[in-house]
């Protein structure tokens, strides 16, 4: 679902498609291109499985992939996909991964304010 490392060729795929959906957002919703300093959330909703649902609604995921590695994949993708002109410019990054009803990737993007 969620690809942390590029090396694949399902990686590859994944980015290409993801990065797509990024640039059909951006315009249906019309995200300009950040090019200043950058706050990011992102948040990482995988399907529950039969012990997370037990557990409620939204469950924190502590399996793989690694949050790291999967916020590099998106971030990127964000700048192939015209959100930030490059992503040095994200001075804080705030990452979450759980478990929820719906798969999906919640992005939250704002200049930085200090």
Known sequence: MFVGKMAKSSAKKWSTEFTLRLREAKHKYSIREYDGPTT???????????ESAKKGHSVAKVTRPDVDNLAKSVLDCMVD?????????????????????TAQVVIDINDYVE
């Open 81 to 101: 996909a015209g959100w930030m002109k490059d992503d040095n410019l994200i001075v804080e990054l705030i990452l979450k991964k759980i478990h929820a009803e």
């Open 40 to 50: 990011v959330g992102l948040v990482f909703v995988y399907p529950h499985t039969k």
